[in-house]
């Protein structure tokens, strides 16, 4: 619900990167790759399980829309 988004260490469990997306992430990311750059897509939003706990943090103020974030990895 609070829209966080985080890449851990698969080894460590260490937060390689995070960033809050504003809104409750509503799907499963996704990896792919094109010309050999990968890449993690996510989306956010008001899906109907986020919306429902929304009473449960009302300090919380998520954007009202639905959104897509791509984020391109670093190359190796």
């Known amino acids: 619900m609070n829209g966080r988004f985080r890449a851990f ?8 990167r995070e960033i809050n997306l504003g809104s409750a992430v509503t799907s499963f990311p ?23 706990f929304l009473g449960l943090t009302p300090e919380l103020r ?8 791509v984020f391109a990895l670093p190359l190796a």
């Open 9 to 16: 260490d698969q080894e460590t469990g260490e937060i390689l």
């Open 30 to 52: 996704i990896s792919y790759a094109v010309d050999g750059r990968q890449y993690v897509a996510v989306g956010t939003g008001s899906a109907g399980t986020a919306s429902g």
């Open 62 to 69: 998520p954007s009202a829309g639905n959104n897509l974030f």
